[in-house]
């Protein structure tokens, strides 16, 4: 009888709590690594590291531990059929979607794996955001321009001007009425 050849395939996924996000959102990834194999996978990892438009806030492994400056991802040992999970929050810095496309880059184990990832990490493991641009600040309320309210002692000095003015023309054209008969 031949002895079967054990071996760990690891299984990556990703998914994301909003797609769609603004600029300047958190968005959750949620890394998933299931051992498909038909052998404990010693040493698994996985790694997932944020591209520059994404900052990171925090990362929650169900297992293991979670590196955000290499993205590595170390669950320790994953037994045959059993998925552990990551949660990273990010904030999304840019509506590039080249800085916002998430994907796994790599997993594996102290055991062989027929699909080994890279090359084959799978279309579940990439996440494309379509981040908007953060809405513009709303403009500053200014108070509404009110015409200046009218007073007497306002009007005063307009109507003491305007009378002064009448008076003068008025004397003035009295004088040149008055020099225009003499010389006749």
Request: net charge negative; with cysteine.
């Amino acid at each position: 009888m031949e002895t079967p050849t054990l071996f760990s395939d690891l299984e990556t996924a990703k998914t994301v709590d909003n797609p769609s996000p603004t600029v300047g959102d958190d968005v959750t990834f949620t890394v998933t690594v299931t051992n498909k194999g038909n052998s404990l996978a010693p040493n698994a990892f996985v790694i997932d590291k944020l591209p520059g438009g994404l900052q990171y806030v925090s990362g929650n492994p169900s297992t293991g531990t979670y590196d955000p400056g290499t993205g590595r991802w170390s669950v320790a040992d994953l037994a045959v059929g059993s998925t552990e999970t990551l949660k990273i929050v990010a904030k999304v810095l840019t509506t590039d979607p080249d800085s916002t496309t998430n994907k796994i880059s790599g997993s594996g184990s102290d055991n062989p794996d027929p699909t080994p990832c890279p090359p084959d990490c799978g279309s579940n493991s990439i996440v494309v955001l379509t981040p908007s641009p953060a809405p513009l600040p709303p403009a500053p309320q200014t108070a509404a321009k009110q015409p200046l309210a009218k007073t007497g002692a306002d009007e005063a000095p307009i109507y003491a001007c305007a009378g002064a003015l009448l008076i003068a023309f008025g004397a003035a054209a009295t004088r040149l009425a008055g020099s225009r008969r003499r010389r006749v």
